[in-house]
């Protein structure tokens, strides 16, 4: 699937080099870590006091700061993250309309961080066909099922809802995945809903997304607030497409 996306947003896993009846060599593209891993570490309470450090300007390694074995020590500046996120959008754009394709698992773990510091689409195992008439239109897909392992499933926690409710997806619910990708970014790495891999609990908490957002909102950029209200919403056509939201003040 990877082969068919040819854009400098998306992370081109693997391009074959070279391939024979004895070997086969790959290229690939070196990251530093996913943004869950550098989430992780925030949540953990590893976000660092004073000047941020970034992949450019060094690390510094706090002691007595309790983390998860997988987390990745990086902070990043203001204008990393405006571009990070541009990054992002932009790829959505991309698969959306060029690809004609629906991620359907944009979460912290699908975005990676390279050396130098660019943010990269991954995580196309979940991917479903737009609707040929209308991209914001809906098409079947399956929700959550505790019937299949947590492990070949998208991230519940940054599912949108009529996936689960409806069993529809669209390039809109990508739109909802991103918003719950920002707000994790300011809120010190965590989802606004934590569902623990339970549908019921999921559905709980979507009921108080709305005073959620709300409540972190001050957190977030100004000129950012809005659309992530937008990208929120529970009903898709009320969200901003990717093309749209890369027209915001904010960017």
Not at 74 to 93: P, V, W
Not at 96 to 118: A, D, E, F
Not at 153 to 162: G, I, T, W
Request: charged fraction near 15%; aromatic fraction near 8%.
């Amino acid at each position: 699937m990877l082969e068919r996306f040819r854009h400098p947003k998306i992370l081109q896993i693997m391009h074959t080099v070279e391939e024979s009846s004895e070997t086969l060599s790959f290229a690939t593209e070196p990251v530093i870590a996913s943004l869950a891993n550098i989430l992780a570490y925030q949540e953990a309470g590893g976000t660092i006091a004073g000047p941020p450090s970034t992949g450019a300007s060094g690390h510094h390694c706090p002691t007595g700061v309790p983390r998860p074995a997988h987390a990745k020590e990086y902070s990043f500046l203001d204008i990393e993250l405006k571009y990070g996120i541009l990054q992002i959008t932009e790829a959505l754009s991309f698969l959306h309309y060029s690809g004609q394709v629906i991620h359907k698992n944009v979460c912290p773990s699908s975005i990676l961080i390279t050396k130098k510091g660019t943010w990269k689409l991954a995580g196309f195992e979940f991917t479903e066909r737009t609707n040929e008439t209308d991209a914001t239109d809906p098409v079947p897909c399956q929700p959550w099922s505790t019937r299949t392992s947590k492990l070949v499933q998208p991230n519940l926690d940054y599912m949108a809802p009529e996936i689960q409710i409806n069993s529809t997806c669209s390039i809109l619910s990508d739109m909802f995945s991103l918003g719950m990708v920002i707000c994790a970014i300011f809120n010190h790495g965590r989802s606004l809903i934590q569902s623990g891999n339970s549908p019921s609990t999921y559905l709980k908490q979507m009921e108080l997304l709305d005073e959620a957002v709300h409540n972190i909102l001050p957190r977030i950029p100004i000129p950012l607030q809005e659309a992530t209200t937008r990208l929120l919403k529970k009903s898709p056509g009320a969200r901003p497409t990717a093309q749209l939201l890369t027209l915001i003040k904010y960017f």
